[in-house]
Every structure is written in structure tokens, then in C-alpha cells.
């Protein structure tokens, strides 16, 4: 079983709508955890980060921790073309990455 | 407020070869990590500086060391090189006093060992 997981997608979703990236981990021990965003051929970039259970917005986006069930997630409300990148999920202080979910915004 | 900065940009070797890559780390931060990541993967952690000490290691092998100097200024050395090792090369910068050391990246190194 991997540290991290994340569905490699892609995932396509139509401009304007509710974006839905999910993450599992492995660790109980994990205290923190990370969302970044990833354009191709870039480095990866800081959304956001929780480490509290429940829900954590900022703009437009929302994520989502459930440590009793080891999952994480990231919402993306108003989803517009731009948003259209890979996003990461990350966990604990040396950072264990997921593969990633590429994210498809059509207009 | 300067970001994390990286040097250089793209670098090409041939296998057996040895290379530095270079980070400045974002003002106010003390801490380096770096991370390789291959194409369609995720970043892996290769290892952590901090008070001029590697802190943490990945599972990556001895050909891989590095260095913080005192300005908090990191190198990421590769000894003979493989073609394995043709990667995108991610440097972060974090504080050691902030609440769980978030982490954010330079531009990266592209790699190509041929």
C-alpha cells in the first residue's frame, strides 16, 4: 500500500462547477497535510494546508480532513479554465507526495 | 521578498558524471529539503538541512549529499550520474518555527542525464 494516494485521474470537469480531489494516507501519526497545485512544466505551488478534522476554506477553495478515517480532500468551487493543472497531496513534515490528480476544467 | 531561487534552470550530463545543483532558500527560512520528481510522479523526498546538518533521509542512495552553508543556502550533489536520475530537481524552504514547517518550492532543476 502506498503512503499516499490519489486518483491520477484525469479528472474533467465543465467551467462554473464543484471540483472534487481526494487523498488517502497510511499513517495515523500524521499531524499535517498539504494541497499543492502543479502547471505543467512548473514547480509545485502552495494552496493550502489543514491539520484540524473538519473543513478549512479559503476563496474558492475548501479542504477537508477526516483523520479517523485517513482521507483528505480538496474542493474546488466556480472552477474556472485556469485551474486546469495537476494538484498534489502531501502529508507530514517531510512532505510524502501522492502521484497527483490531473484536473481538466472545459469551458 | 525574494522566493526560493534555484540554479541552474536545466542542466544536461552524461552517465558517470557528477553535478550541483544550487537553493536560496525565502527570506526568514532556515530550513532546506530536496525532492526529486520523475515524470508523472509525485515529488520524493531525498533528504533535509537544517543548522548545517542533513536532519532527515529519503530512500536514496549515498551518491546523493548534500550541504547547507551558514546563510542557510543549500547544494544538492549527485555522484555518477545514471540515467535514472534525469529528473526535475525541487528545493524547499521552510521555518523551523512555524506552526508544522510549511514548505514552499523553488522553480527546480530539469536534469537530463543521457
Known amino acids: 500500500q502506498k503512503e499516499v494516494e490519489q486518483n491520477s485521474g484525469p479528472l474533467s470537469v465543465p467551467e462554473g462547477a464543484i471540483a472534487s480531489l481526494n487523498c488517502t494516507y497510511s499513517?495515523?501519526?500524521?499531524?499535517?497535510f498539504f494541497w499543492y497545485r502543479q502547471y505543467s512544466g512548473k514547480s509545485p505551488e502552495l494552496i493550502m494546508f489543514?491539520?484540524?478534522?473538519g473543513d478549512k476554506e479559503d476563496g474558492r477553495f475548501t479542504a477537508q480532513l477526516n483523520k479517523a478515517s485517513q482521507y483528505v480532500s480538496l474542493l474546488i468551487r466556480d472552477s474556472q479554465p485556469s485551474d486546469s493543472a495537476t494538484y498534489l497531496c502531501?502529508?507530514?513534515?517531510?512532505?510524502?507526495f501522492g502521484q497527483g490528480t490531473e484536473l481538466s476544467v472545459k469551458p | 521578498d525574494a522566493g526560493v531561487t534555484q540554479s541552474p534552470t536545466h542542466l544536461i550530463k552524461t552517465r558517470g558524471q557528477q553535478v550541483t545543483l544550487r537553493c536560496s532558500p525565502k527570506s526568514g527560512h532556515d530550513t532546506v529539503s530536496w525532492y526529486q520528481q520523475a515524470l508523472g510522479q509525485g515529488p520524493q523526498f531525498i533528504f533535509q538541512?537544517?543548522?548545517?546538518?542533513?536532519?532527515q533521509r529519503g530512500n536514496f542512495p549515498d551518491r546523493f549529499s548534500g550541504h547547507q552553508f551558514p546563510n542557510y543556502s543549500s547544494e544538492l550533489n549527485v555522484n555518477a550520474l545514471l540515467l535514472g536520475d534525469s529528473a526535475l530537481y525541487l528545493c524547499a524552504s521552510s521555518d523551523r518555527d512555524s506552526l508544522f514547517e510549511t514548505q514552499y518550492f523553488g522553480p527546480g532543476t530539469r536534469l537530463l542525464v543521457l
Open positions: 538541512y537544517y543548522e548545517e546538518e542533513e536532519r
Open positions: 489543514i491539520y484540524s478534522n
Open positions: 499513517d495515523r501519526g500524521s499531524q499535517s
Open positions: 502531501a502529508v507530514g513534515g517531510k512532505l510524502i
